[in-house]
């Protein structure tokens, strides 16, 4: 990808010489009328010395470009470039004062030295602004280029973490759901057929997220009770749940997969290690700017784990929140009373 300006470099370089040399021959002429009042030799002078400069700082430009001084450092670059603004206004001066002589537009007896070094200084500085505006523009154009450029690899780096996060979801979450109804198969033929409708609801699920950087919570919602109900074969009533979705949260925009992944972690690290079992409870509501997304589970936090917060669930759902929204949003696990609770708060707007 390229500066738009790029696309047509050569024609905005003709426009800038043209308007710019334009301008210069008008405020020229502007002021001389002001002073002498109109005159043709005073229009075809001034019209002259604009074509003159426009002409001299186009051969400038070629040298520039040949012998690529743009990607000179700023030593190197003025060592050249201030004595070829001196030369080319030397140059223009010189064919100025030539045109006066032949062509007998004003009284030679008139110039002098004085006269001569200050057409030669008046010139020398426009060149110098000419220059200054030709290497700012470049500097511009190349500074846009590299940032555009930091943008497109940061943005291609975050895409494959992205990837990689979510393959890495698909197995670790596939295993464990099969693993809930295997049992069924030839205790339950009739709850297998229903578990295995779940299971086919929850792989569509799954190849979506290959597509989506987002969700809307509402299919992420139903996915995740699901999975629970494929959860409830295994630990039947050892798992209660319960989930409360403010209807305002239900199309909002979320990173697939999240939700269910906690509350995967919450089954793993808390209700599995519970002999009496306990409830998985999840809640999400509208705040001003973030949507909030409690998922709470009856257990007991170590002080380890809350300060490592360690886990596939708990490391995966940090690093995609990080790439996705680059520190907008928020994830925190704490204890409150009997039960570990997980929250989420995620940006409404767009994604940065």
Same mark, same amino acid.
């Given at each position: 990808?390229?500066?738009?300006?790029?696309?047509?470099?050569?024609?905005?370089?003709?426009?800038?010489?043209?308007?710019?040399?334009?301008?210069?021959?008008?405020?020229?002429?502007?002021?001389?009328? +002001? /002073?002498?009042?109109?005159?043709?030799?005073?229009?075809?002078?001034?019209?002259?010395?604009?074509?003159?400069?426009?002409?001299?700082?186009?051969?400038?430009? /070629?040298?520039?470009?040949?012998?690529?001084?743009?990607?000179? +450092?700023?030593?190197?670059?003025?060592v050249?470039?201030?004595?070829?603004?001196?030369?080319?206004?030397?140059?223009?001066?010189?064919?100025?004062? &030539?045109?006066?002589?032949?062509?007998?537009?004003?009284?030679?007896?008139?110039?002098?030295?004085?006269?001569?070094?200050?057409?030669?200084?008046?010139? +020398?500085?426009i060149?110098? !602004?000419?220059?200054?505006a030709?290497?700012?523009?470049? /500097?511009?154009?190349?500074?846009?280029?590299?940032?555009?450029?930091?943008?497109?690899?940061?943005?291609?780096?975050?895409?494959?973490?992205?990837?990689?996060?979510?393959?890495?979801?698909?197995?670790?979450?596939?295993?464990?759901a099969?693993?809930?109804?295997?049992?069924?198969?030839?205790?339950?033929?009739?709850?297998?057929?229903?578990?295995?409708?779940?299971? +086919?609801?929850?792989?569509?699920y %799954?190849?979506r997220?290959e #597509?989506?950087?987002t969700?809307? !919570?509402?299919?992420?919602?139903?996915?995740?009770?699901?999975?629970?109900? &494929?959860?409830?074969v295994?630990?039947?009533?050892?798992?209660?749940?319960?989930?409360?979705?403010?209807?305002?949260?239900?199309?909002?925009?979320?990173?697939?997969?999240?939700?269910?992944?906690?509350?995967?972690?919450?089954?793993?690290?808390?209700?599995?290690? #519970?002999?009496?079992?306990?409830?998985?409870?999840? #809640?999400?509501?509208k705040?001003?700017?973030?949507?909030?997304?409690?998922?709470?589970?009856?257990?007991? !936090?170590?002080?380890?784990?809350?300060?490592? %917060?360690?886990?596939?669930?708990?490391?995966?759902?940090?690093? #995609?929140?990080?790439?996705? /929204? %680059?520190?907008?949003?928020?994830?925190?696990?704490?204890?409150?009373?009997?039960?570990?609770?997980?929250?989420?708060?995620?940006?409404?707007?767009? !994604?940065?």
């Amino acid at each position: 990808m390229k500066f738009d300006l790029l696309n047509n470099r050569e024609k905005a370089y003709w426009a800038c010489q043209v308007c710019g040399w334009g301008l210069y021959f008008m405020i020229n002429f502007l002021l001389s009328a +002001s /002073y002498e009042g109109f005159k043709w030799r005073n229009l075809i002078l001034l019209l002259y010395m604009s074509v003159t400069g426009l002409a001299a700082t186009h051969v400038l430009r /070629y040298y520039i470009k040949k012998f690529q001084w743009i990607t000179l +450092s700023w030593k190197l670059l003025l060592v050249r470039l201030l004595p070829s603004i001196l030369l080319t206004g030397a140059v223009i001066t010189l064919l100025i004062f &030539l045109v006066i002589e032949f062509g007998g537009i004003y009284d030679l007896e008139k110039v002098n030295l004085t006269v001569v070094m200050g057409n030669f200084f008046n010139i +020398s500085i426009i060149i110098l !602004l000419w220059s200054v505006a030709y290497f700012a523009f470049h /500097y511009f154009i190349s500074y846009k280029n590299s940032e555009i450029e930091r943008l497109v690899w940061e943005a291609a780096v975050k895409d494959f973490e992205l990837k990689t996060l979510k393959s890495q979801l698909n197995p670790h979450f596939m295993f464990n759901a099969m693993n809930s109804i295997r049992s069924l198969i030839e205790e339950n033929p009739e709850r297998a057929k229903k578990a295995i409708t779940q299971l +086919s609801n929850i792989f569509r699920y %799954s190849l979506r997220i290959e #597509r989506n950087e987002t969700v809307p !919570l509402e299919d992420e919602m139903k996915t995740v009770e699901d999975y629970l109900a &494929l959860e409830l074969v295994r630990y039947e009533e050892r798992l209660k749940y319960r989930i409360e979705i403010d209807p305002l949260t239900r199309n909002i925009e979320i990173p697939p997969m999240m939700v269910q992944t906690l509350v995967e972690n919450a089954i793993k690290h808390g209700i599995a290690r #519970r002999p009496e079992g306990g409830e998985i409870m999840i #809640r999400t509501m509208k705040i001003p700017s973030f949507l909030a997304i409690d998922i709470y589970n009856t257990g007991t !936090l170590s002080t380890e784990e809350l300060m490592a %917060s360690r886990g596939f669930g708990i490391a995966n759902t940090k690093q #995609r929140l990080h790439l996705l /929204y %680059s520190g907008a949003a928020g994830f925190e696990l704490t204890q409150e009373g009997d039960n570990v609770k997980a929250e989420i708060k995620i940006p409404t707007g767009e !994604l940065i």
